[in-house]
């Protein structure tokens, strides 16, 4: 433990487990003003934090992960008196789980935080309550390419290849028979999942365009951002997305806090379905839902806020949803701001690189963009030298573009401008 001062015995304090895809520190360190001092908590020898790492050295008071047991880390925090404890980071869902319990706080139990850390344990879960979804096979870390077709047997094609424990859409594939499968294994032979991977029936049609064009249909995937309290759902924000860049890498999002149309609301009452499955019964849920043919189908329920969701909720002037997850872990019951739909939508629309790019040679046009009636921000997110790789999925993206739009239209014209303004040289 590092940190100045003991703790302040009239403010409460809330433990909060960070990894590398977490949201930046910065965000929830803006997020705890006026809720609670926090404790930290990091592996601070996992290079993947990068630039993070300096921001928690000086954060007080942080607790240094790197090589101690569970008990350890346990041992470490008791002192400091945590109110409540959480993470944003799905992987970390199981070992804030075991804290939880060693301290007596409220958190997901070990059983739900293991399904929502690993994607086999949730479809079974959802499976065995009886939730319809896509059929699927465990594909373990230690196949061999060969083993695939024995493996995947009865499985119907074409199918989404992800890694068992994984966020953003990172190497999350798509494979049109079995030879794409044993082909995407061996692309992947050097990273190996120690989980192994998951291999899913498609749902849904595909509606994806080449790389970063924003392929203007939109997609049939849904996100519902739900707050849940006593096991009912309290529905925050639905994000609707534009077509995908190849194969599953998000182009645009945009995010209402009503639902707009039948299918909105349809969505909903399968994610209160999936909710009451996995026994859900307090926590900020992400879940997406495609819409199918045959009704709305749950893709996956994560354990904590949607990715630039916050950002998006705030540009409707929405409370900001890590502050509540921060009240959600001291047992209160926060404002998701109710009454009446915010006006219009919010976005963040994503340049993403194309399959083949290795890295950024140039980019140009992005303060043209900011220009545009609506952008409230336009940041380069992979400068020029930086590497790329589509397998990073939806956060490996080059320029990230936030703002407000009152139609749809009108957001599909910022993505035509961008389009057109932005101009980034890859290298493959
Ligand atoms: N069975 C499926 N059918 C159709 N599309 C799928 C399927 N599984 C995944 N996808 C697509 O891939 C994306 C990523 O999948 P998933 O949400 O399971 O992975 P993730 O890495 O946990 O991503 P996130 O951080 O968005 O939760 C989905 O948003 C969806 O577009
Ligand atoms: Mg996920």
Redesign the pocket.
């Given at each position: 433990m590092t940190g100045r001062a003991g703790p302040d015995p009239g403010r409460r304090r809330v433990a909060v487990v960070v990894g590398p895809?977490s949201y930046p520190f910065l965000d929830i360190t803006q997020a705890a003003e006026g809720v609670a001092g926090l404790i930290w908590l990091a592996d601070l020898s996992d290079e993947r934090l990068g630039q993070e790492r300096s921001l928690l050295a000086r954060a007080g008071q942080v607790i240094d992960l790197a090589g101690i047991t569970t008990t350890e880390a346990a041992g470490e925090l008791r002192p400091w008196r945590p109110d409540g404890i959480l993470t944003f980071v799905?992987e970390l869902m199981p070992f804030t789980a075991d804290l939880a319990r060693a301290l007596s706080l409220r958190f997901y139990p070990a059983g739900l935080a293991a399904a929502l850390a690993d994607?086999v344990d949730q479809r079974t879960a959802l499976r065995a309550a009886g939730v319809p979804?896509?059929g699927?096979r465990l594909i373990p870390s230690a196949a061999d390419p060969g083993d695939v077709e024995r493996l995947v047997e009865g499985l119907p094609f074409p199918?989404?290849l992800?890694?068992r424990v994984?966020?953003?859409?990172?190497?999350?594939t798509f494979c049109e028979d079995v030879a794409a499968v044993s082909e995407a294994l061996r692309d992947r032979s050097e990273r190996r999942e120690e989980g192994g991977m998951?291999l899913?029936?498609?749902?849904?049609s595909?509606r994806s365009g080449p790389a970063g064009d924003g392929g203007e249909a939109i997609?049939d995937?849904v996100?519902v951002d739900t707050l849940v309290i006593d096991s009912r759902c309290r529905h925050a924000g639905f994000t609707r997305?534009l077509g995908?860049a190849w194969?599953?890498r998000?182009t645009g999002s945009f995010l209402i806090t009503e639902p707009d149309h039948p299918d909105l609301a349809v969505a909903a009452t399968a994610v209160e379905e999936a909710v009451a499955a996995l026994g859900v019964d307090r926590g900020w849920l992400?879940v997406?839902v495609?819409l199918t043919a045959e009704g709305p189908?749950i893709?996956?329920v994560?354990g904590r806020v949607?990715?630039g969701v916050p950002r998006m909720l705030h540009m409707l002037g929405r409370p900001n949803p890590l502050s509540a997850q921060m009240q959600l872990a001291l047992g209160g019951d926060p404002d998701i701001g109710g009454g009446p739909a915010a006006p219009g939508l919010a976005y963040m629309l994503l340049v993403q690189p194309p399959p083949e790019a290795r890295s950024v040679v140039s980019i140009s046009g992005v303060d043209r963009v900011i220009a545009l009636p609506g952008v409230v921000q336009a940041a380069i997110n992979k400068h020029a030298g930086d590497s790329v790789d589509w397998r990073d999925?939806?956060p490996g993206f080059v320029v990230g573009v936030y703002g407000t739009a009152s139609s749809l239209d009108q957001l599909l014209e910022i993505r035509r401008a961008l389009d057109e303004h932005v101009a980034v040289e890859y290298r493959s």
């Open positions: 895809q799905d994607k979804g896509p699927f199918a989404v992800k890694p994984g966020t953003g859409g990172r190497f999350t998951i899913e029936e498609m749902l849904g595909r997609s995937l996100s997305h995908l194969p599953f998000r992400n997406d495609i189908r893709i996956e994560n949607g990715g999925g939806s």
